[in-house]
């Protein structure tokens, strides 16, 4: 689950820019180096992925009326954490890439 969901944090994926151009006014009176920011910009971006995709394993876990995690639970936040990084995986490959 990490390993994709770092992928979606790599500076190739398409939501990158877009979340370093919110994020970056927020964090920039707190950090001033603009390496520290690129690396927190990639860790949210990570988190994110991992909480979002979360959402369905716990609905799953509350509509079975469950209290601890099953294998089944774990296989519904696997298969979420890869959907969700899907455009960061293809970024990595370069298929966001354009040749002029």
């Known amino acids: 689950m990490v390993a994709a969901s770092v992928t979606n944090g790599l500076a190739s994926s398409p939501l990158f820019d ?34 979002l995709a979360g959402i369905p394993a716990a609905i799953y876990e509350r509509a079975r009326g469950l209290t601890a995690s099953t294998p089944v639970s774990i296989a519904i936040w696997l298969s979420a954490t890869i959907l969700l990084s899907v455009p960061g995986l293809l970024g990595a490959a370069g298929y966001f890439d354009a040749d002029f």
Do not use: C, E, H, K
């Open 18 to 51: 877009p979340v370093q151009f919110y994020l970056g006014p927020l964090l920039r009176p707190i950090l001033r180096d603009p390496d520290i920011m690129f690396r927190v910009n990639s860790i949210y971006i990570a988190l994110m992925t991992l909480a």
